[in-house]
């Protein structure tokens, strides 16, 4: 089974930056599979934040703005890859549990559903980022 950790947490100030990594391994060949981020504050629903697909497609939440980016660090290399997300520009709105998601299918293939939380078949454990 795929497995996803997550790391890069932490604090930061109104302004600063943060960058999160996944670990994706038992990567199943061949596959393009979706590789996003999700996020929940305390009393809220999760929302998508950012999903990548191997193809090079990407697709952000609304709230980005232009300050968060998805990245590929490394092609899969015996059945393990690396995905970053840069977030810029933080704000105390953006304090959540960030989770690394995957999903088997390409995002082309998602339509809608990129951004529903169900669609998404496997998730990490999740890291904290808190924003002052």
């Known amino acids: 089974h795929v497995q996803l950790v997550e790391s890069g947490g932490g604090s930061a100030q109104a302004g600063g930056s943060l960058r999160l990594s996944c670990v994706v391994s038992?990567?199943?060949?061949?596959?393009?599979?979706?590789i996003g981020w999700f996020r929940q504050a305390p009393g809220k629903e999760r929302e998508v934040v950012a999903v990548?697909?191997?193809?090079?497609?990407?697709?952000?939440?609304?709230f980005v703005q232009g300050r968060f980016t998805i990245s590929q660090d490394n092609s899969p290399d015996r059945g393990k890859a690396t995905w970053s997300l840069q977030m810029n520009n933080l704000q105390p709105e953006d304090t959540a549990k960030y989770y690394c998601?995957?999903?088997?299918?390409?995002?082309?293939?998602?339509?809608?559903?990129?951004?529903?939380?169900?669609?998404?078949?496997?998730w990490g454990q999740g890291t904290q980022v808190t924003v002052s």
């Open positions: 990548s697909d191997s193809d090079g497609l990407n697709s952000y939440g609304d």
């Open positions: 038992k990567w199943p060949f061949p596959s393009k599979p979706c």
């Open positions: 998601v995957w999903e088997i299918r390409p995002l082309a293939s998602m339509g809608a559903d990129w951004k529903n939380p169900e669609d998404y078949a496997v």
